[in-house]
């Protein structure tokens, strides 16, 4: 049996935040753009300076699971992908995944209810 790393603590850690963010957007792109930097800051955390991560290596992916894709520049890479296929990170990411599709729906279903509350 391969060795398998989780990141939980890591998700953990950002989590708190990450709702609090998703509580406080007023559009789907607020919820997009808080999902690619809760990301990108949970790589940072996890790979440190190891790898250089761009806002367009991650990807909220609409009405599919996982409600996520991640670029091809970080699947080419080996430091990436050790730790991708050997760890839980695939599914830590899908969570907040999922968190960020109930919050963009939620949005996106009562959008006119919200573009009324922002005009008045």
Known sequence: ?????????YEHEALPDFRKKLNLAESTE????F???????LFES???DKIDFNYEDITLILGREPH???????LSS??????WNDS??????GRFGKSAMH???????????TDTKIRK
């Not at 996520?68 to 970080?74: A, G, Q």
């Not at 080996?78 to 730790?83: A, G, N």
């Open 68 to 74: 996520y894709k991640v670029s091809r520049r970080l």
């Open 35 to 41: 999902f690619v930097h809760t990301i990108m800051e």
């Open 30 to 33: 607020d919820v997009i753009n």
């Open 88 to 93: 839980d990170l695939p599914r830590v990411i």
């Open 46 to 48: 996890i790979f440190g």
């Open 78 to 83: 080996k430091e990436f992908m050790s730790v």
């Open 103 to 113: 919050r963009y729906n939620r949005l996106e279903k009562y959008s006119e209810k």
């Open 1 to 9: 049996m391969a060795l398998q790393f989780s990141f939980t603590k």
